[in-house]
Nanobody, 114 residues
Framework: VQLVESGGGLVQPGGSLRLSCAASGFTFSRFYMRWSRQAPGKERELVAGISSLSSSTTYADSVKGRFTISRDNAKNTVYLQMNSLKPEDTAVYYC????????WGQGTQVTVSS
C-alpha cells in the first residue's frame, strides 16, 4: 500500500488549495477513503470521507461547507478541495483507507497565514 499526498502549500486566509492523494498497491475503487489532518501539538483529526463509488461523503463540522472530497477511481486518486481557508486549518494533511489499517503517506503541509 502506498499513499502519496500532494498539493499543500502556504495560502492566505480565505484562499483555496486542492490536495491530491495518489494510491497504489490495493484495489482503490473498492475502498472508502478518508482525509485527516494533524496540527502541531494536537491529535490527528478526521476531515472528510468518501465511499468507494462516491455515493456518500462525510465531513467534520469544522470544514462543512468549505471543503469538498472527491475521487477518481480511474486515476486511483482522492482529492480534497479546500476553500475559504482559515488559520486553524493549518496542519499536515493525510489520506488513508481505514479498512486497510494503519497505512499512511508522508502527508502534505498546509499553512494558512497572512
Amino acid at each position: 500500500v502506498q499513499l502519496v499526498e500532494s498539493g499543500g502549500g502556504l495560502v492566505q486566509p480565505g484562499g483555496s488549495l486542492r490536495l491530491s492523494c495518489a494510491a497504489s498497491g490495493f484495489t482503490f475503487s473498492r475502498f472508502y477513503m478518508r482525509w485527516s489532518r494533524q496540527a502541531p501539538g494536537k491529535e490527528r483529526e478526521l476531515v472528510a470521507g468518501i465511499s468507494s463509488l462516491s455515493s456518500s461523503t462525510t465531513y467534520a463540522d469544522s470544514v462543512k461547507g468549505r471543503f469538498t472530497i472527491s475521487r477518481d477511481n480511474a486515476k486511483n486518486t482522492v482529492y480534497l478541495q479546500m476553500n475559504s481557508l482559515k488559520p486553524e486549518d493549518t496542519a499536515v494533511y493525510y489520506c488513508n483507507a481505514p479498512q486497510l489499517g494503519e497505512y499512511w503517506g508522508q502527508g502534505t503541509q498546509v499553512t494558512v497565514s497572512s
